[in-house]
Every structure is written in structure tokens, then in C-alpha cells.
């Protein structure tokens, strides 16, 4: 479950600059029609859509034997985990071309490989 919230918060920090850039008050926003609002309602939606692949893709990995283990969310840091998902693609693009895989899918692969939880003796 803590991984959850990890890739939650993770995916949050990447869409709104920090996880306490959103406030509950915010998701509001995503089903605003006001044309001033279309910002807002950009960062609602992509939060939460990211926010459901998170749980998502982590019940998938699970199924697998897969986790993500994130070191502690720190706000003044560089964003470890994004740094790996971008290094990750560009990896990727130099080995297969054209980024066409999915993004959620790509960016569980390189925490997994960056972040690996550690299995217990």
C-alpha cells in the first residue's frame, strides 16, 4: 500500500511541482466547463488519471512479485524517482526507437529497476 501512495505522490510531485501544489479542494476543478479554468482542470485531470494508473500498475506488478520501494518523499530534492523515468526513455529511445510503449508501463519499469524493494531474509 505504501508503494501506492508512493507512485500517487510521485506522479502528483511531476504534474503539479510538489505533492502540496494539489489541494482536495482542486480536484474540483476537473469537471469545470469555464474556459479560465482550463489549466487547473489539465492539473486535476492529469492527477487523478495518474493517480489511478499508480494503483493500478502497482496491482499489476504485485501480481507478479514486483514492487517499487521509493526513498522517503523529500520536497527540496531533485525528484530522484523522476530523474530515473526520464533517463529510463531515453535509454529506451536509443535501443527502440520510437517512445510508442505505454507511459505508466515504462515509468514502473524504471522505478523497479531503480527502487527495488528488498527482500526480507
Not at 18 to 43: F, I, V
Not at 84 to 92: A, C, H, L, N, P
Amino acid at each position: 500500500m505504501k508503494s501506492i501512495l508512493a507512485i500517487a505522490i510521485m506522479v502528483a510531485s511531476t504534474v503539479a511541482g510538489n505533492a502540496a501544489s494539489l489541494l482536495g479542494k482542486n480536484l474540483t476543478y476537473c469537471d469545470s466547463n469555464d474556459p479560465r479554468d482550463a489549466e487547473r482542470r489539465a492539473l486535476c485531470l492529469g492527477y487523478v488519471d495518474g493517480f489511478v494508473q499508480g494503483i493500478q500498475l502497482e496491482a499489476q506488478a504485485a501480481k507478479v512479485g514486483h514492487s517499487i520501494c521509493l526513498p522517503p518523499f523529500d520536497p527540496d530534492s531533485d525528484k530522484p524517482a523522476v530523474r530515473v523515468i526520464v533517463d529510463y526513455e531515453r535509454k529506451q529511445q536509443k535501443h527502440r526507437g520510437v517512445l510508442d510503449y505505454s507511459a505508466p508501463l515504462d515509468a514502473a519499469w524504471a522505478l523497479i529497476g531503480a527502487f527495488p524493494c528488498k527482500k526480507s531474509k
